[in-house]
């Protein structure tokens, strides 16, 4: 298993377009792709996105805790709330509520691409024992962060587990985690040979994907670009 960027997190939700406007109006983002089923959002379709899909609600919040972007100027990034915007912290993150269970952090940390993907914090009943398990699909072992969370990495990007309970939501928040590969058949037949459950494989007009279930039943996708890929 050899994924090489944390390609995209996506939701499943109940008003995807009142968030896709808070992103691509306060947080650099812009519109990359919409269809009758999902829009997908970022701020360089080659790095790190966020897909919102349409789904019945309201969504139950389930193994997520917040979803977290990397800015070059934290502050400079914080003006482009809203003014009267509440913003928690966490550690280095600072966090806004976007209700409905949806929560966007940002993180000051050298990048090239502002609002590429820094992490993303998941809930987990043990989050160490979560944390190992992760080097099965490819996820290298990182130090923890300024929250003192277990985490692991992809080429610097980072997924967290925070100490909670993850349930088992019938309509969760969480669509799934994906990571960029060269070679998405490939990383089938790997995740087959280690008994890794493969939920589906799909090929779509600019992808060929194929995902898996991690622990606590948060679902990965191993996505390969196809080289007619030609989002921006």
Same mark, same amino acid.
């Given at each position: 298993m050899r994924p090489k960027t944390l390609d995209h997190v996506a939701y499943w939700l109940e008003d995807r377009d009142r968030v896709a406007d808070f992103l691509t109006s306060h947080v650099g983002?812009?519109?990359?792709?919409?269809? +009758?089923?999902?829009?997908?959002? %970022?701020? +360089?379709? =080659? =790095? %790190?996105? $966020?897909?919102?899909? +349409?789904?019945?609600?309201? =969504?139950? =919040?389930?193994? $997520?805790?917040?979803v977290a972007l990397r800015v070059n100027d934290l502050e400079a990034a914080l003006r482009e709330l809203p003014v009267d915007m509440p913003v928690e912290r966490d550690g280095d993150t600072a966090i806004v509520d976007l209700g409905d269970g949806i929560r966007i952090g940002l993180v000051e940390a050298e990048t090239d691409t502002?609002? +590429?993907l820094d992490h993303v914090a998941l809930y987990s009943a043990n989050p160490e024992a979560t944390a190992e398990r992760y080097g099965d699909y490819g996820f290298k072992a990182a130090d923890p962060g300024t929250n003192d969370a277990p985490r692991v990495e992809v080429s610097g990007a980072y997924v967290e587990f925070h100490d909670g309970d993850p349930g088992d939501p019938e309509k969760p928040l969480l669509n799934h985690l994906a990571v960029l590969v060269d070679s998405a058949e490939e990383h089938q037949s790997q995740a087959e040979e280690r008994d890794i459950e493969v939920q589906d494989f799909v090929d779509a007009?600019?992808? $060929?994907?194929?995902?898996?279930w991690l622990p606590e039943r948060v679902r990965?996708?191993?996505?390969?670009?196809?080289?007619?890929?030609a989002l921006k």
């Open positions: 983002m812009h519109v990359i792709e919409r269809t +009758d089923k999902f829009t997908l959002v %970022g701020s +360089d379709a =080659r =790095r %790190g996105k $966020l897909t919102l899909f +349409d789904a019945e609600g309201p =969504r139950e =919040r389930g193994a $997520l805790k917040h502002e609002y +590429d007009p600019n992808t $060929l994907a194929v995902f898996v990965l996708e191993y996505v390969e670009h196809k080289p007619t890929f």
